[in-house]
């Protein structure tokens, strides 16, 4: 099973600044990378798939980068309704798809 | 405009069963995929089980392979998922989604979530 570690787990930003997040898998998975954004009491929502294309409605600034083990969501400059938290998956090699264990983007 | 609505959660003493129903509007759902993903109450994602389009192929993470089963009507736009053997850890919100169009990569549709909650 194919682990996604992503990190840091909390990152407390203020509007306007720039987050990074990252993500990185146990083993290559190529591109076959999905980021989703998840508000509380929310389903998620898909942000990035194929790790840098960004799904249909998805702000550009949010973009994504990365392959095989190392990948990165930037939002270039927050907005307030980006305070969220944030999971990387994967599909590659499945079953199971595999989620990381979320990075909460907060208010500083 | 596409719609997932899951139902069918509640409150079950541990080893009992229950079944969950997603229903799908507006989607070419029987060209779809469909995944149940759940979320345990303050904890991150987890990929629970799919099934291809037709039905004939099902896929479960290890730990429900054997007590839950996935299905599907497609004549009812509804997929299904029937828990059996339920344990406390079972305990979570489990949504429906499926990808948003073959060239999408990723789960572009969510249902609300249907609440799971395990307890003697």
């Known amino acids: 099973e194919i682990v996604l570690t992503q990190s840091p787990a909390t990152l407390s930003l203020s509007p306007g600044e720039r987050a990074t997040l990252s993500c990185r898998a146990s083993?290559?998975?190529?591109?076959?990378l999905a980021w989703y954004q998840q508000k509380p009491g929310q389903a998620p929502r898909l942000l990035i798939y194929?790790?840098?294309t960004r799904a249909s409605g998805i702000p550009a600034r949010f973009s994504g980068s990365g392959s095989g083990t190392d990948f990165t969501l930037t939002i270039s400059s927050l907005e307030p309704e980006d305070f969220a938290v944030y999971y990387c998956?994967?599909?590659?090699?499945?079953?199971?798809?595999?989620f990381g264990q979320g990075t909460k983007v907060e208010i500083k | 405009q596409v719609q997932l609505v899951e139902s069918g959660g509640g409150v079950v003493q541990p080893g009992g069963s229950l079944r969950l129903s997603c229903e799908a509007t507006?989607?070419?759902?029987?060209?779809?995929?469909l995944h149940w993903v759940r979320q345990a109450p303050g904890k991150g994602l987890e990929w629970v089980s799919f099934?291809?389009?037709?039905?004939?192929?099902?896929y479960y993470i290890d730990s429900v392979r054997g007590r839950f089963t996935i299905s599907r009507d497609n004549s009812k736009n509804t997929v299904f998922l029937e828990m059996n053997s339920l344990r406390i850890e079972d305990t979570a919100v489990y949504f429906c989604?499926?990808?948003?169009?073959?060239?999408?990569?990723?789960?572009?549709?969510w249902g609300n979530g249907t609440l799971v909650t395990v307890s003697s």
């Open positions: 998956q994967q599909r590659t090699n499945w079953p199971p798809w595999t």
């Open positions: 083993q290559s998975i190529s591109r076959v």
């Open positions: 099934i291809r389009y037709d039905g004939a192929k099902q």
């Open positions: 507006g989607l070419a759902f029987s060209d779809s995929g």
């Open positions: 989604a499926s990808r948003s169009s073959v060239s999408t990569n990723g789960l572009g549709f």
């Open positions: 194929d790790a840098s």
